[in-house]
């Protein structure tokens, strides 16, 4: 089974309040309110799940691709849902072993292209793939 560290509730809050702060925002709680807690549960749940003595997602990139995929698709927050997930995929790739090696740009741009995509993406599964860096 997966050794693979996990991102905590209390881990997404903190880095909404970091979003909500780089943007300016002076209320978190308001622009940025959780409205799906389970949702976030779901997100932060569903790349560890194990059904028969399998892991759904074996690989760290591959719960790094469905912890992100989530965090957006379950819209958990009012405003913010694609920056809060690329900054939590950084988090949770670093807690990890890996390193992200993808611009602000870049990462932006995936987010984006996650939000039209579903769980099990080929390509947002080998962008993800071919930029976290074990190490």
Request: a negative charge.
């Amino acid at each position: 089974m997966s050794s693979a560290l996990h991102l905590s509730l209390h881990d997404v809050l903190a880095i909404r309040d970091a979003v909500a702060a780089a943007a300016g925002v002076d209320d978190p709680e308001w622009r940025f309110e959780l409205i799906n807690p389970n949702g976030l549960i779901t997100a932060l749940t569903t790349p560890f799940q194990v059904a028969f003595g399998v892991e759904a997602f074996p690989a760290v990139p591959d719960k790094a691709a469905a912890l992100t995929f989530l965090l957006i698709a379950n819209h958990p927050f009012r405003d913010g849902n694609k920056r809060i997930a690329g900054a939590a995929l950084r988090l949770f790739l670093e807690r990890n072993g890996y390193r992200l090696q993808a611009s602000a740009a870049e990462l932006e741009a995936f987010t984006g292209q996650v939000l039209h995509a579903s769980l099990r993406d080929e390509q947002v599964l080998a962008w993800l793939a071919g930029r976290a860096e074990a190490g």
